[in-house]
Every structure is written in C-alpha cells, then in structure tokens.
C-alpha cells in the first residue's frame, strides 16, 4: 500500500505546483524543527533599485555610477541590473569595459580604461582589504539600518563611492514566518549580505536565526550548526550559491525558477515563486503521512 500513497501524495504536490524528486525528503518535512530561507529573491523581492549613492572627494556620483555600471555590464546579478537601470535612468553611457570577472559571493570585477575595478559588498571589502572612509562607513551604516544593501565601487585599489539599494521584503513572507511559528518550527535567514541589512529583514519578518555575510561556500555549514543541535532542517533557496546548503539540509527546497543547479540540488521543487508553498509543503507532509499509519 506504500507505493499507493507515496504516488497520491506525489500526484497532490504536484497539483499544488511542487515536484518532488526526493519522496523521503517529502514524508520529513513534516518533521522538520527549523527552515532557512535564504534572503535575496526568497524572502524578499530581490528586485533592487539604487536610491542612493556617496562618493570620496573629487568623484563625481554620476561618473562613478557610470563606472559601476561598466564593471557589472557582464553581470546577470539581481544588484548588476539594479546598477545598470539606475545609470540608464540617468541617461549615463558606461564607459568600455573588459576582463570580467565574478567573485562570487562578493562582487565582479573588470578592466576599464586600463584602471582595474571592482564592485561589490561587505565580503569584497574584507577580501581586497581596502580602507573604508568615515563618511562612507557612516553612509553604509546608515543604509544598513534602514534595511539597505551597500555596495562599493573600488578602483586602483581605492574606495571610491558606495550605493545604497533598497529591496522589498515579499508581502507573503510575513505569512510565512507566522505559519511556520504556528507549526512550531524555527525559521532562520542565510544571507551574503550584511548583518545589518539581515538583521533589519529578519527583525521586521520575526525570523528567529540570523546567519549574514556568509560567503557561498560556507552557506552549507550553516545548515549543518542547526542540525549539529540535533534539528531536522529544511533550507528554502534559489541561487547556484544556495546548491551546496540544499544538499546538506534534510529537506532541501528550490523554489521559482531557480537556477538549473539549485532545482538539481533539491529534493523538492516549487515551481510557483511563492515562500507560502513551503507552508503547505509541510502540510501536505502532514496530511498525507499521517493517512498511511
Ligand atoms: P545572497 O546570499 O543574498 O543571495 P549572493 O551570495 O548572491 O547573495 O551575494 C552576496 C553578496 O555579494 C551580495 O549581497 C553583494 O554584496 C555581493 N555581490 C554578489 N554579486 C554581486 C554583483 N554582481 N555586484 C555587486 N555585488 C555583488
Ligand atoms: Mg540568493
């Protein structure tokens, strides 16, 4: 009779938009103790747009606005098209770029004008070492506070203006958070950005584990410190950054388009873009397993 049930309960997630490639994944999330959602794009919109920038003495905001956008031409990051959209907003031209480069986790890089250069956030800054003036630090500090990504413009080695980036938190989220309280299910938030900006979100949405500027190849590990405390862990995410977190957590969880590595990473797979199916995901589990016994 086993089989019979796996196969309806397959049939029903699917109806309810989630595929399932892993069936034993599906019968545990019923179990789970906690879920980490990753932030950008999961949790929130991830659809950014620049509403403010600050730049160090004798550089001009628009030119280097311009410059920023040059370096993140080759980019396809949620940030990169912010950056872009804000300089074409502006009517501004980005000069020739070449020599792209993606850190990932951090930023890219490219050549322009024989100046190397590079945009990016927190994690950038600590890798290339690079001196935060006053006023920027007290201009990034601010941003954070009002739940603002920073990124910085570095050229010839030299901090030269930073962008503050407003993204929207999803008006689903906030159901999510309470639902999954309801189920009596810790909810934690991993994210490359921040601690200020992850703290704000996750202060707004109630989330109760904050892990912020976690570079891509320690996103897993996160997961593991939650089930090295004996938890049963989902992870929600959408990135190629979240695939190794996916494989690790019990259940793990792509969701809206996902990249090709994230939805092959994952045991299930919503395919709408909505945090809310990981509510009924859970459910389901609930419902349909609570039948077999
Ligand atoms: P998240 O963990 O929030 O999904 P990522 O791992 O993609 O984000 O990126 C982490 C951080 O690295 C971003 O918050 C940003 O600071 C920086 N970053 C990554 N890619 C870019 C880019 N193309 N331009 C500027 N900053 C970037
Ligand atoms: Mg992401």
Redesign the pocket.
Known sequence: AIPLVVAINTSLAAQNGMLVRDRIAMEEARNLDAIIF????TLTEGEHGVVDMATVDGVDAEDALALAAAV?SD?E?M??RA?REAADERGLTPPDASGFE?I?????RATVEGDEVY??????LTQLDSAVPDHLQRFADEAGQNAQ?V?YLVREGELVAAFAMADVIREESFRVVDALHDLGIEVAM?????QDVATAVADELGIDTVFAE?L?EDKDEKVQELQDQGKLVGMVGD?V??APALTRADVGIAIGSGTDVAVQSADVILVQNNPLDVVRLVKLSTASYRKMQ
């Not at 990753?38 to 794009?41: A, L, N, R, W």
């Not at 990932?104 to 890219?108: E, L, M, S």
């Not at 991993?190 to 921040?194: A, E, H, I, N, R």
Request: hydrophobic content about 30%.
């Open positions: 990753d932030k950008t794009g993140e980019s990051h940030i990169a950056i993606a990932k986790g951090r930023g890219v945009v990016g956030g927190p994690n950038l990504t990124v991993l994210t490359g950005d921040s976690v891509p990135g950054n979240d």
